[in-house]
């Protein structure tokens, strides 16, 4: 019984400690505030917090970033997927090509060859806009 009354008490207790803040600032704001000065502070506050996601952004691509000679020494020359979550990638490391079979967590070196020329297309290059990749697709669909 006891702790019925102490709970009904406890209860009574925490809805007035709840309900005081907000009945405070209902009678407490001006009766004339508008919709528009609330959008505008949801507004401001958004691109606030947009410019901190994007500030954040570019200092962690900043930061992240090779600097000096370590910069140009390792690059990515090509890759392809052998499987749903394999690849095999040729790295450049200085003068020297590595071919390498990337799983997950799991790196191996498949080979290592002197770096070589790139190999020229022989199809001619891609058009980069969407007009010209559709109107080869559409010339090579009427051709057949």
């Not at 401001?44 to 900043?62: D, G, H, I, P, T």
């Not at 003068?95 to 990337?102: E, F, K, P, Q």
């Amino acid at each position: 019984m006891a702790l019925k009354i102490m709970s009904a008490r406890m209860r009574h207790f925490l809805r007035g400690a709840l309900l005081l803040p907000a009945l405070a600032q209902a009678q407490s704001a001006p009766p004339g505030q508008d919709l528009g000065s609330s959008v505008l502070h949801l507004i401001a506050a958004l691109a606030v917090v947009l410019a901190l996601l994007f500030a954040s952004l570019w200092l962690l691509k900043r930061l992240s970033a090779p600097r000096g000679s370590a910069a140009g020494f390792l690059r990515v020359v090509a890759g392809t997927a052998v499987g749903a979550r394999e690849r095999v990638v040729v790295v450049e490391v200085g003068t020297t090509w590595l071919v390498l079979g990337v799983a997950p967590g799991r790196v191996s070196a498949l080979a290592e060859m002197p770096r070589a020329p790139l190999p020229a297309e022989d199809a001619p290059s891609q058009p980069k806009d969407f007009a010209g990749r559709l109107r080869a697709l559409l010339d090579r669909r009427d051709a057949r």
